[in-house]
């Protein structure tokens, strides 16, 4: 019994500076960083959620958008920075998983300089293309690409952002060729677009549903096995037999890697209980993306799937970080 109680002691004695650092966090403003434009989903996304981590917690959290090769530049400075729960990351699909397979001499590892939050929330996507593309259905499209290899180019948001690795995936399934033109979020690629100076892309739904609602673009398809509420009437992968173009645009929220566990267990409550409350849901839900709000090793997970995915792709379709 003597031993037990030694041992009951030495574990509460081991805890307990684990605790109080918790409780103490945070003690100054915490810096949010957006490795996207102002306006953009993540920036929107990461904006709504810093303001109710600020009303938590009680200090500051700063957002500091830093934008630039592909997210790569904002991850870096959080990867860098001291592994103390002062610099946040809001991710999407490249830098926080994906990039490390696409970029040469890149500055960090997202696996070993980065440490997951909260998966914050998903989005399926919509094929959209120009009026002047001639194929108004899914199969048309596919058909009239295929016959003029080299053609039409398409734009993303990016190098490893899903807009960018879903059109490669459609590209390698379908034995497609198409011009890859990465942007820094939706509005400029949506701008060249209406432009003419692209023909095409996968982009979350409200960044072009406007669009195709005027008539001045083509919904053809929405990456999910089932059609989206935001756009009945298009039709998803799944049901025109391409199931393996299920596709989710996603955010999420890291830290430096080597954080101490009991400030990510008290961020990842605190930013479970702000993503998922009503308010956050209906706002987001505008922005076409639903609400997740995962544990730490939840979010672990989905990245290491989104990487044995995505990682495939990038191989069999030769895609580089353009």
């Not at 058909?143 to 590209?171: C, F, I, Q, W």
């Not at 398809?221 to 998803?236: D, H, I, K, M």
């Not at 049901?239 to 929220?253: C, D, K, N, T, V």
């Not at 044995?308 to 895609?319: E, F, H, L």
């Amino acid at each position: 019994m003597r031993i037990w109680a030694r041992v009951v002691v030495f574990m509460a004695c081991a805890a307990a500076p684990l605790m109080t650092q918790a409780q103490a966090y945070p003690a100054k403003p915490v810096r949010v960083v957006i490795p996207y434009p102002p306006g953009s989903t993540p920036d929107i996304v990461g904006r709504t959620l810093s303001s109710r981590l600020q009303e938590s917690f009680g200090q500051p959290f700063v957002v500091e958008n830093r934008t630039g090769a592909g997210g790569n530049i904002g991850a870096e400075a959080v990867a860098k920075s001291p592994a103390d729960g002062y610099a946040l990351l809001i991710g999407i699909n490249g830098p926080a998983a994906i990039n490390k397979f696409l970029y040469k001499g890149l500055g960090y590892d997202s696996d070993r300089d980065l440490t997951p939050v909260s998966l914050l929330a998903t989005s399926p996507q919509m094929l959209v293309t120009t009026p002047a593309v001639p194929a108004n259905a899914f199969r048309e499209f596919i058909d009239y690409v295929r016959a003029n290899p080299g053609r039409l180019s398409y734009g993303s948001v990016g190098s490893g952002s899903a807009s960018h690795l879903t059109m490669e995936l459609l590209k390698s399934d379908a034995k497609l060729f198409i011009v890859h033109i990465p942007y820094r979020g939706f509005p400029p690629a949506v701008t060249d677009m209406l432009g003419g100076n692209i023909d095409t892309m996968f982009a979350i739904i409200p960044a072009v549903l406007p669009q195709v609602r005027a008539g001045r673009m083509k919904a053809l398809a929405v990456t999910g096995l089932q059609r989206s509420q935001l756009a009945p009437e298009v039709p998803s992968v799944g049901e025109l037999g391409y199931p393996q173009l299920e596709s989710l645009a996603w955010i999420g929220l890291l830290a430096t890697a080597g954080t101490p566990p009991a400030v990510i267990g008290r961020l990842s409550e605190e930013t479970v209980k702000s993503m998922r409350t009503g308010e956050v849901r209906d706002s987001l839900g505008k922005q076409g993306f639903d609400v997740v709000a995962s544990s730490p090793g939840e979010f672990g997970s989905w990245i290491r799937t989104e990487q044995a995915k995505w990682s495939k792709v990038i191989k069999a379709s030769g895609a580089i970080a353009d």
